[in-house]
């Protein structure tokens, strides 16, 4: 705590709630219609387990109607309708979801637990850029795929995660739309509300009915999704746990698939980097929304020789990140998502202790009501220990060392999982080399989560398969006839 | 003489136990690092403690051709009472000019613990003799300056010879006496932040008191990213060596607004221990006003008309 | 008098060798003994692709496609229908220009580049024998992977002479690994290895939907590949694409 701190103790930096404009229920959003809901579940606010409202808990029947109703628009004209005309519609939302960015932000962070700081410069302007991307391409697919005759799938099912709830959703709906498809979505049980609000930018842009259907609803609704037969397509991102259960549900079905899941993400740090920036990266990558990210750099790789060193500016560092309420605009690292995922965060971090590694948090007041896991560093950590193998998805680093380019190689390929990793070297040729081996699908060097519409995202092994972002991100939701 | 050994080889200079290692800088995860803390928000208490410290962390600067006795003493009596309708508002650190006026400012400053600082060896250029710059710090200091803030000879770092930078420095250094030494190193002119971490380095190796990042003449001057740069160099020596170097923005800030983002950046990358005179100077002119009128706001509620503010 | 021909023993190809089936086993084919695969020939052979694969994956474009292409030349040495294989060159070609340049929104340099998926399983159609099996072979060798194909069970005599080419050609021994044997028994094996990567079931016939929940558990690539298919887009099923990121700064 420092004197400028302290100062402003008492003095909270309250992003405005009357933004997040909330109501006291919602049902599904189905065939461009609120469809009241036979059953209904309470959404909480992690950070203080406040209820904010009931939603639905959407049954096979719903599930059928959604689908239906999907069917229906892309039968009965959207699949048809000009290219051109589709890409207004999703301009429109684009400029929409950038016009009433803040109240979406404040409603992502209320009902997530995720910094407003983060919700406000990462979350929403991405999802903006997003559709603004994919609007770009609808009337162009021919010329993105020449000779290959593209067209839509039909009716995409999307089920998402709770870590970036409206980012999640661009990333899904965005494409499906671009290529022709209509969409049946289903946003993640513990942050419902910002799919909710976005029905309503759906409205506001007058996208025709049916086109995009959202149902809110735990895992049996995505399952019912999963296994409708008027389904063409299923994209699913999440834990790499659901998503096999998903792709052994669609065996012998036909159904196209595409899974985005997750992680253990090598960060590797060489002794010639740029030791300052290395430490934001390495903060960046597993502090960012509370190491909720597929792709975070959980698993971190020091060379030898600048052990030390970097361990020190780490903890420092670490110092000066606040934890505390989301809405505040200083707030470094929120709430933890929720009960479930606390508990499984504690429960490795108990792990890695018994196993051995030496733990490190940062002195850090947390609230009494609410979610909250402290920033965790692990030194001393062995390849074999559960933290260094299992995805923690919390704010849980694992520092291990090594002492060759050769041995980093294989400690980070060293994984069932390749979704991401980090170099950090100033070393030209050193970077390429290590990024043509690094089995993952996105390697950040002398950076680290950075996303872009424009970027195609996903896994190696089983950290999924199938891209989403630039071109790339197309093709699931397209056949070519060639 | 000591004698600097050419960067970016051993580095091993006279400081124990030893130099933090010169590594070399990302320009793309500065930058972000330095516009994420700019975003820090910071209200109210908070504020106007932060802006009463820029006030006393402020050396009020003129550095003109047209400087003259009359506008010196001026300059000296806004830096003892910045606004003499609010008891709050404390003096500046320090008032800075060149050597000629030196004796004008040290006549009125007397009694008032505000510090006389002078610019010297050949500002704003540097590019005069060894010999001459050294007289010239060594006269600023004899007409009573209690702080120098010299130039680094860019040209010589730019070509390589990064032993001559030092070993003025050191030279400076010695004929300064007990005076405070400040280093501009003028990183508008380093062209890299990877050249402003180096200097920064030789700079306190060679026993700078301060780091100071430029002239005012040059843009750009005291941007966030450089003062990162600059900090995370001083961070360094401290942790390797103990030693506490100063750090001063100069140039360029003009707004509460920024001086706020300078104070957070300090805050947050060598700590709360860098919060004081003695350890941090702003190089401003025009940034007093502007905190008046931020000062004068926080305590009416109404925004303000620089038609009440007095121009020195 | 007649000559006496002598008879030839069809084995498996593993490894660049000709290891009979380590069960002893075999099968009566098309009129001849063919080698019956195990499970330990599958890991044995899953084990030689997985240890060839990088080195294959390594070689320039360029010299996997003259590879493939003097494979073509031993192959049309021995049968006309082996002319199939041609393509080599282009399809590698083809298949880099899936990479791009991503014009992101920030200063950083963020480019994506196809690489191979690793090792892929592939059963092979049972007909047409010797085409459907090259179709569904040679995608996947293009992009880099090593393959472990399971040979047409009623007629797996070709799929031996196409092991003998690939054997005399400059394919590395592992890259391409053929068994003989019975699809339901190596089906599951291959679906359900955990160090397979890719899984090519065309044909896998009834069997699919099991074979598909097996490839599951390591969430492998499941390909529905048809043995009259050739194009190019064949091999971007057994591609990963990799993006990095780099800061643009001085």
Redesign the interface.
């Known amino acids: 705590m420092?004197?400028?701190?302290k100062?402003?103790i008492g003095?909270p930096?309250p992003a405005d709630w009357a933004y997040a404009r909330l109501q006291e229920r919602y049902g599904h959003f189905v065939g461009g219609d609120w469809l009241e809901p036979a059953e209904t579940y309470t959404t909480i606010s992690p950070a203080t387990e406040e209820p904010l409202a009931e939603v639905g808990q959407a049954t096979p029947e719903e599930v059928d109607r959604a689908v239906a109703a999907a069917r229906a628009a892309f039968e009965n004209g959207w699949s048809g309708l000009a290219a051109s005309e589709r890409a207004k519609y999703l301009f429109r939302i684009a400029r929409i979801l950038q016009e009433r960015a803040r109240e979406f932000a404040v409603l992502e962070s209320l009902n997530g637990g995720k910094p407003i700081?983060e919700s406000r410069?990462v979350d929403l302007p991405l999802a903006a850029?997003h559709f603004f991307y994919y609007a770009g391409w609808a009337d162009k697919l021919e010329y993105a795929f020449p000779n290959?005759r593209p067209h839509p799938i039909g009716v995409a099912g999307q089920i998402i995660p709770w870590n970036f709830p409206l980012l999640m959703l661009a990333w899904k709906i965005a494409p499906a739309l671009a290529a022709g498809n209509t969409v049946v979505l289903k946003p993640a049980e513990t942050t419902p509300l910002t799919a909710l609000l976005f029905a309503d930018v759906l409205r506001q842009a007058e996208l025709p009915a049916g086109v995009v259907n959202l149902l809110t609803g735990d895992g049996r609704t995505g399952a019912a999704l999963v296994e409708h037969p008027g389904v063409d397509k299923i994209a699913f991102t999440g834990s790499?746990e659901v998503?096999?259960?998903i792709?052994?549900q669609?065996?012998?079905s036909g159904k196209r698939l595409t899974?985005e899941?997750g992680g253990k993400a090598a960060n590797i740090v060489f002794d010639?980097?740029?030791?300052?920036?290395a430490v934001?990266?390495i903060v960046n990558g597993i502090y960012f929304n509370q190491g909720h990210v597929c792709c975070a750099g959980s698993r971190l790789f020091v060379q030898e020789s600048i052990y030390e060193?970097l361990v020190?500016k780490l903890r420092r560092r670490l110092e000066?990140l606040r934890v505390g309420d989301p809405l505040d605009?200083?707030t470094d690292v929120g709430a933890i998502n929720s009960a479930q995922q606390l508990a499984k965060i504690r429960e490795l971090v108990a792990s890695g202790e018994e196993e051995g590694a030496q733990i490190y948090q940062p002195p850090c007041r947390l609230p009494e009501k609410g979610y909250w896991f402290v920033p965790t560093v692990f030194t001393e950590v062995a390849q074999s220990y559960r933290i260094a193998q299992e995805e923690i998805f919390g704010p849980v680093l694992s520092v291990l060392t090594f002492r060759t380019p050769e041995e980093a190689l294989e400690k980070a390929n060293n994984t069932?999982y390749g979704l991401s990793a980090g170099v950090w070297t100033?070393k030209g040729s050193r970077?390429l080399w290590m990024?043509q081996r690094?089995r993952?699908?996105?390697?950040?060097?002398?950076?680290f989560n950075?996303f872009?519409p424009?970027?195609?995202?996903?896994g190696?092994?089983?950290?999924?398969?199938g891209?989403e972002g630039?071109?790339?991100g197309l093709e699931p939701y397209l056949r070519?006839d060639? | 003489m000591a004698q600097a050994p050419a960067l970016p080889g051993g580095f091993e200079l006279p400081l124990e136990p030893r130099l933090?290692?010169i590594?070399?800088?990302?320009a793309?995860?500065?930058e972000?690092?330095a516009a994420s803390l700019a975003?820090?928000?910071?209200?109210?208490?908070?504020k106007v403690?932060?802006l009463q410290l820029a006030i006393r962390c402020t050396d009020l600067t003129t550095l003109e051709g047209a400087d003259t006795p009359g506008k010196v003493a001026a300059l000296c009596s806004k830096a003892i009472r910045p606004d003499p309708s609010d008891a709050h508002v404390p003096s500046v650190a320090a008032v800075c000019v060149y050597p000629n006026l030196v004796p004008v400012a040290v006549d009125r400053l007397r009694g008032t613990g505000i510090h006389v600082a002078s610019v010297a060896t050949g500002f704003p250029s540097g590019q005069y003799p060894t010999d001459i710059k050294i007289a010239d710090a060594r006269r600023a200091v004899e007409a009573g300056a209690d702080e120098i803030d010299m130039v680094i000879d860019r040209g010589a770092f730019l070509s390589g010879r990064y032993a001559k930078v030092y070993d003025e420095i050191v030279k400076v250094k010695e004929a300064v006496g007990d005076a405070h030494l400040k280093v501009i190193l003028e990183t508008g002119e380093l062209g890299t932040y990877d050249n402003v971490r180096r200097a920064s380095l030789l700079a306190m190796a060679a026993g700078a008191d301060f780091i100071k990042t430029s002239t005012g003449k040059v843009n750009p001057a005291a941007t966030l990213p450089v003062a990162l740069c600059m900090l995370?160099a001083i961070r360094d020596v401290h942790?390797e060596t103990g030693r506490l170097v100063g750090f001063k923005p100069a140039g360029g800030v003009r707004a509460a607004k920024q001086a706020i983002q300078h104070?957070?950046l300090v805050?947050?990358t060598v700590?709360?221990d860098w919060?004081t005179p003695e350890l941090y100077r702003i190089g401003a002119s025009s940034l007093l006003n502007d905190i008046l009128m931020q000062l004068r706001k926080e305590k009416t509620g109404a925004y303000q008309s620089p038609d009440y503010f007095t121009l020195d | 008098m007649t000559r006496l021909p002598v008879k030839k023993t069809y084995k498996l190809f593993v490894g660049g060798e000709f290891p009979r089936s380590e069960s002893g086993r075999t099968y009566e084919a098309e009129g001849q003994n063919v080698a019956r695969a195990s499970r330990k020939d599958v890991r044995d052979a899953v084990k030689a692709a997985r240890a060839a694969q990088p080195k294959w994956a390594g070689a320039t474009a360029y010299n996997r496609g003259q590879v493939l292409y003097r494979l073509a030349e031993m192959v049309e040495a021995r049968a006309g229908e082996f002319a199939e294989l041609s393509t080599g060159r282009e399809e590698v070609e083809r298949a880099i220009d899936?990479g791009?340049s991503?014009?992101?929104?920030?200063p950083?340099f963020?480019f994506?580049v196809p690489e191979p998926?690793g090792v892929v399983a592939v059963l092979a159609p049972e007909e047409p024998p010797l085409l459907g099996l090259v179709s569904r072979l040679i995608p996947p060798v293009v992009g880099g992977n090593s393959v472990v194909a399971v040979a047409s069970e009623t007629r797996p005599l070709a799929a031996i002479e196409l092991a003998e080419a690939v054997a005399t050609s400059d394919v590395p021994g592992g890259v391409i690994n053929i068994l003989t044997g019975y699809r339901r028994e190596l089906g599951p094996v291959l679906a359900s290895h955990m160090d397979v990567?890719a899984l090519d079931l065309a044909g896998a016939d009834g069997d699919?939907?099991?074979?598909?929940?097996l490839?599951?558990?390591?969430?492998k690539?499941v390909v529905h590949g048809r043995a009259d298919v050739q194009?190019p887009?064949e091999i971007a099923s057994f591609l990963?694409?990799?993006?990095?990121?780099?800061?643009i700064g001085q």
Request: net charge negative; glycine share 8%.
């Open positions: 420092t004197e400028l701190d100062k402003q003095v930096v700081k410069d850029a290959r790499t998503g096999k259960a792709q052994r669609l065996a012998g899974l899941l010639d980097a740029a030791l300052d920036q934001e990266g060193p020190e000066t605009k200083n069932p100033e970077i990024a690094l993952a699908g996105v390697v950040w060097a002398n950076t950075r872009d424009t970027s195609p995202f996903g190696y092994k089983e950290s999924g398969f891209r630039g071109l790339h070519f060639e | 933090p290692r590594g070399s800088v990302d793309v995860a500065l972000e690092r975003k820090r928000s910071i209200k109210k208490d908070a403690w932060a995370e942790e104070l957070v805050n947050e700590g709360p919060l | 899936r791009s991503n014009p992101v929104a920030g950083y963020n994506t998926t990567n699919s939907p099991e074979l598909e929940r490839a599951a558990e390591n969430v690539r194009s887009w990963e694409l990799k993006t990095v990121w780099h800061p």
